[in-house]
């Protein structure tokens, strides 16, 4: 196994399969076409052509048309059809920081093909020996990779929050960070990828950090998402990351990225820049 | 100013002007139409139609197409149309590490939109303060990017040699770094792009390096192509990379790599994303 099996992971994807999902006349998103089916007995809220799949023209508000998209969601979770409800909304857009056309609830975000963000950082500890980083095991109640392998804090980045803010929230609940030690993470950089996975197509883009944490700090889980913690020498974060598929699928792309930028994977790799490709999409 | 004018320096390309070169029936360049009419007199060894252009099939060795080639290029400059003769080879590839199609001349490369590989060091000084590059000026004498700020040490990638033995004989040449001190660059990502210089169309892959300096050292050139050095504080470098041209325009695209994974770009920059996107073709 590989690296590259790892980006691999990220980059299941082809277009045959999908529809563009429009809003205004601008794509948003892609969505499966077997899920299209879905969507057509909503007449007054989707357009549904060979072309794609539009949000109704009527819906010419960022109100209406979140409030027409949450009746329909709330329907198809009835329906089962929209598993793993979290009752938080994600901006639809065509890119970070233009204004939402709507607000969607996260769960239904990937059957939409809707791009996401997130905040992903890496917890690092320096002695004279080496790098260590802290690796966090996600808890077996989470919706989405469930009892894998993660940076010691990462989360979603809901509507209405800044990325920072949200740092600080997601560092003191996945990991008792206190804010005073979050605000030392220094932004290092950002993956994407646009990979299909059981809730769907995932187009996201990671806005990732470094932390470099005191030797004794411990971090704690205070909102049950995090099961355990450890502390691994980078020799064993590299080893595990290539032999097993052990790490959540995005949380590899993001240890990789920290590989490279910190020579873990030295630029006389044979497929280096096949690596430092396959962390942008 | 802003960094996205650094970026966009290095994405000036229209797909319209060029027609795709073609060696082994792989496209391994892009060759801007004007230029194609040079290339009609020699007939054995160019077939010119409107879908390409193609190395002649009965040139079927490396060794028969570099010759090949070479002879054409000798000819061409001659006649004034391939300036900046280097006496330095190139390999022509799909990608890097790919055996040569063939290998040819390094000033040549642009003309026939030949990927090119490089390496860039940046050169770091961290004192309690916080931290000041190395930046160089390019010879007046330089074929490309004459006076222009650069790296403490850059430099193409010729074939038959490794990346890190190319960067200890940069370092030595370019800026008196001794081989033990190089050695202690750390291998940090790769840029590139494909961008329309007056040289021709550039198509490169930098391997990039932070090197960590003593504060004692001073860089001395030996090879006549830097004609001074200066060492900044990151805040004179971001304004001088943001506010002028005066950096070699990629350069300037290595700078804003090492801004964006140490830090000095945030994640809450308003063009982040535009920017880490522009880091890669």
Redesign the interface.
């Known amino acids: 196994m590989s690296y590259l099996d790892r980006i691999r992971d990220c980059a299941v994807f082809d277009p045959v399969d999908y529809l563009p999902f429009r809003v205004a006349e601008t794509r948003v998103g892609r969505i499966q076409k077997e899920f299209v089916g879905e969507l057509g007995p909503y007449t007054g809220i989707f357009r549904i052509s060979k072309d794609g799949v539009e949000l109704a023209d009527n819906l010419d508000t960022v109100e209406r048309r979140t409030e027409a998209m949450d009746r329909v969601l709330r329907k198809l979770h009835k329906d089962g059809l929209v598993p793993g409800w979290r009752d938080e909304t994600y901006p639809v857009t065509t ?3 233009v204004p939402a056309l709507l607000h969607m609830e996260r769960a239904a975000v990937p059957l939409f093909g809707i791009q996401g963000y997130g ?1 992903h950082v890496n917890g690092i500890i320096e002695r004279g020996d080496g790098k260590s980083m802290w690796i966090g095991r996600r808890s077996l109640s989470k919706p989405t990779g469930p009892g894998k392998l993660d940076q010691i804090v990462a989360g979603g980045q809901p509507s209405g929050i ?3 803010e949200n740092l600080v929230k997601e560092c003191a609940e996945e990991a008792g960070i206190p804010a005073e030690l979050a605000a030392g993470a ?5 993956v994407s990828y646009l990979t299909e996975r059981p809730e769907g197509l995932r187009h996201d ?1 990671l ?1 990732t ?1 470094d932390l470099r944490l005191p030797d004794d700090f411990t971090p704690v889980n205070t909102d049950g998402e995090v099961d355990d913690f450890y502390l691994w020498p980078m020799e064993k974060v590299m080893a595990v990351l290539k032999d097993t598929d052990e790490f959540k699928f995005n949380s590899a792309l993001v240890i990789i990225d920290f590989l ?4 873990f ?4 790799h ?1 497929e ?2 096949e690596i ?2 396959g962390l ?1 999409i």
Request: zero cysteines.
């Open positions: 890119s970070f920081r905040v800044s990325l920072r220094v932004s290092v950089g950002a883009e806005f950090f490279i930028r910190h020579g994977i030295d630029a006389g044979a280096y820049v430092v490709d942008r």
